[in-house]
Every structure is written in structure tokens, then in C-alpha cells.
């Protein structure tokens, strides 16, 4: 049961301005859908979530709990990177098991738990396959079957579905929400552009709520969905 609240989060990289004081408040078991163009931050916000990249200010809560002072394992989140990283030297089941070989958990309760992962994803008894014998649409499941089966309270999807067929990618979509109504956390999912969003919940732009242009910056709190719509007279998303 988690809520994620950003307060004023900033992160500069030389002279980038890569996120500029992001304020959003994200409901326990939510799935918030950020928006934006390529370059406006969405993968250093998901990083500064994860613990991978630090703030420069602001603050990031899970419930009440300050977390973005904490090493990434004591933050249980799991994150889907924007090119899978699957590593291409391990069999899949490996590549699932990597998160629980660094949680120490005991190798027969990591096989069980493997197994059910690669069954929720639908690639039940694929753990001897080499990723190079993998479609891009089944890399791109093990990738979160290898961020979910640490269950973690918080998954983080940085552009899954942008490298494959528009085909698979309505499939995925609606795996991804499945996925996530059975295990019933809190979701950010992070698309380029609009047509990426996986459908119900919230989608928000980035560049502090207003209709992104190349080179915006995330900025300023990010507004509701419906607040959006209205303001730009268009229809909701979905
Ligand atoms: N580790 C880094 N070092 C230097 N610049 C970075 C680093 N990470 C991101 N940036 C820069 O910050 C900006 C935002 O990047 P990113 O968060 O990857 O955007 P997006 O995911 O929206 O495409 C870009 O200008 C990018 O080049
Ligand atoms: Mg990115």
C-alpha cells in the first residue's frame, strides 16, 4: 500500500536543467500515466524514484515515509528500463532471479517465485531460454517479470511498449493493466506521447501540465487529467 508524493523535486546536469521542481501527489494502487516529449525528464524522475539518480532538492515520500534519502533495495520498487536491459549473457530465469539473488533469498523459494512471475507474464516455463531466442514483445515481459517478482510496492515503466508494433503494443498495454489490477500496486508509467497510455487512471503531461513542446523541461506541478482536458478544450485521454 503505497502513495507517492513528489515535493519540488530538481535534478541539474551541467548546465541541463534535467527536472525542475516536479510536485505530484500519486494515490495508493493509482496508475499515473507522465507524458512528455523526449528529453523533458521523465526518465530522470522515474531514477530519482528509484534511487538511481539524487535530488539536487526536493523530497520523495512512499505514504509518510521520506525515501529519497534511502539505497535503492530499501525502497522496493521495481522499474522496467526504457531498453529492457535484460542481460544478454543469462537465461531468462536468471534474469528474473536477479533481484532476489540480491535480496539473499534462498535459492528453492527464488525458483517458485520465478516461476509464478514468468506465469503471470504468460512465459510459464521459458526460464532456459536465451533472450536472443525471444520475440521483442516476450524481452520486453521478462523485463518486468524481472522488476515484479521482488514484489515490489511500486513499479516504475519508463517507455515499455516503444519499441515494438503498434500490434503487440495494444497487447501489452492491456497485459500491463492487467498486471497490475491482480498485484494491486501503485504504478508510474511513463510514455513519449499521446496514443502511448495503457487506458483508465490519470495521464498528465509533463512541462508543469501544459501541452509539451520538443525541449520542456518537467516543470511545476503536474495537473489532473480532467483539469487538463478542460483547459485545452479536448476530450479526456480515454
Ligand atoms: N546522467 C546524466 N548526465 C548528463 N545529462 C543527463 C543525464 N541524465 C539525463 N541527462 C539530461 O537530462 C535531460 C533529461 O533526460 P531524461 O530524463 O533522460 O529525459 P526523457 O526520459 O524525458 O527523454 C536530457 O537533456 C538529458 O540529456
Ligand atoms: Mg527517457
Given at each position: 500500500?503505497?502513495?507517492?508524493?513528489?515535493?519540488?523535486?530538481?535534478?541539474?546536469?551541467?548546465?541541463?536543467?534535467?527536472?525542475?521542481?516536479?510536485?505530484?501527489?500519486?494515490?495508493?494502487?493509482?496508475?499515473?500515466?507522465l507524458l512528455g516529449p523526449s528529453g523533458c525528464g521523465k526518465t530522470?524522475l522515474?531514477?530519482?524514484?528509484?534511487?538511481?539518480?539524487?535530488?539536487?532538492?526536493?523530497?520523495?515520500?512512499?505514504?509518510?515515509?521520506?525515501?529519497?534519502?534511502?539505497?535503492?533495495?530499501?525502497?522496493?520498487?521495481?522499474?522496467?528500463?526504457?531498453?529492457?536491459?535484460?542481460?544478454?549473457?543469462?537465461?531468462?530465469?536468471?534474469?528474473?532471479?536477479?533481484?532476489?539473488?540480491?535480496?539473499?533469498?534462498?535459492?528453492?523459494?527464488?525458483?517458485?517465485?520465478?516461476?509464478?512471475?514468468?506465469?503471470?507474464?504468460?512465459?510459464?516455463?521459458?526460464?532456459?531460454?536465451?533472450?536472443?531466442?525471444?520475440?521483442?514483445?516476450?524481452?520486453?515481459?521478462?523485463?518486468?517479470?524481472?522488476?515484479?517478482?521482488?514484489?515490489?510496492?511500486?513499479?516504475?515503466?519508463?517507455?515499455?511498449?516503444?519499441?515494438?508494433?503498434?500490434?503487440?503494443?495494444?497487447?501489452?498495454?492491456?497485459?500491463?493493466?492487467?498486471?497490475?489490477?491482480?498485484?494491486?500496486?501503485?504504478?508510474?508509467?511513463v510514455g513519449p506521447y499521446?496514443?502511448?497510455?495503457?487506458?483508465?487512471?490519470?495521464?498528465d503531461w509533463g512541462a508543469g501540465?501544459d501541452l509539451p513542446n520538443a525541449?520542456d523541461t518537467i516543470?511545476?506541478?503536474i495537473?489532473?487529467?480532467?483539469?487538463?482536458?478542460?483547459?485545452?478544450?479536448?476530450?479526456?485521454?480515454?
Amino acid at each position: 500500500m503505497t502513495s507517492i508524493t513528489i515535493e519540488q523535486a530538481a535534478r541539474t546536469f551541467g548546465s541541463v536543467r534535467a527536472v525542475d521542481g516536479v510536485s505530484i501527489a500519486i494515490r495508493d494502487a493509482e496508475f499515473f500515466t507522465l507524458l512528455g516529449p523526449s528529453g523533458c525528464g521523465k526518465t530522470t524522475l522515474l531514477r530519482m524514484v528509484a534511487g538511481f539518480c539524487d535530488l539536487d532538492s526536493g523530497r520523495v515520500l512512499f505514504g509518510d515515509k521520506r525515501i529519497d534519502t534511502l539505497p535503492p533495495h530499501q525502497r522496493n520498487t521495481g522499474m522496467v528500463f526504457q531498453n529492457y536491459a535484460i542481460f544478454p549473457h543469462l537465461r531468462v530465469g536468471d534474469n528474473v532471479a536477479y533481484g532476489l539473488k540480491a535480496r539473499n533469498v534462498p535459492a528453492d523459494a527464488r525458483a517458485d517465485r520465478i516461476a509464478r512471475a514468468l506465469k503471470l507474464i504468460q512465459l510459464e516455463g521459458h526460464e532456459g531460454r536465451w533472450p536472443h531466442q525471444l520475440s521483442g514483445g516476450q524481452l520486453q515481459r521478462v523485463a518486468i517479470a524481472r522488476a515484479i517478482v521482488i514484489e515490489p510496492n511500486v513499479l516504475l515503466l519508463d517507455e515499455p511498449l516503444s519499441n515494438l508494433d503498434a500490434k503487440l503494443r495494444i497487447e501489452m498495454r492491456g497485459e500491463i493493466r492487467r498486471l497490475q489490477k491482480t498485484l494491486g500496486i501503485t504504478v508510474i508509467y511513463v510514455g513519449p506521447y499521446r496514443g502511448h497510455e495503457v487506458g483508465e487512471g490519470r495521464a498528465d503531461w509533463g512541462a508543469g501540465g501544459d501541452l509539451p513542446n520538443a525541449g520542456d523541461t518537467i516543470c511545476g506541478e503536474i495537473r489532473r487529467r480532467d483539469q487538463l482536458a478542460r483547459g485545452y478544450g479536448r476530450e479526456p485521454f480515454w
